[in-house]
């Protein structure tokens, strides 16, 4: 019975283990803010309100919810998996990857909550 009880107590230890926080070593760090990487590399082609620019092809933000948002965001940065197979779609992804490149990476739900949240609304 006491192997039985040690031997669960050890199983339930290891399986717990993995569970909690991340450790800080593995929290991703990004050189810029949501703020800085949109007035730096977005604001060219959505335009200083996200209303878009029709001569970049960049589409208007403001009436995206935060999901649709996280949705383009994330079919961006992972190579057109997702949503989207559009033209425009694939220059974009070509951006990101030139924009990473230069230290301009971002979190998704943070730079999609910082886009909402600034332009969502505006016209």
Known sequence: MKKMNLALSLIALVVLSGCGDKPKSDVMKYKYTPDQ?????C???HGPKGEGVAEKKG???TK???QELEMSLFDIKNGGLGQS???EH????HNMKKLAEKGYD???KMMANYIHNS???LK
Not at 37 to 41: A, G, I, L, R
């Open 37 to 41: 990487v949109y007035k730096e590399t």
């Open 43 to 45: 604001l060219h082609c």
């Open 59 to 61: 589409p208007a933000l």
């Open 64 to 66: 995206q919810s935060v």
């Open 85 to 87: 197979t559009a033209t």
């Open 90 to 93: 694939d220059v974009m992804e």
């Open 106 to 108: 971002y979190d998704i």
């Open 119 to 121: 332009f969502n609304g």
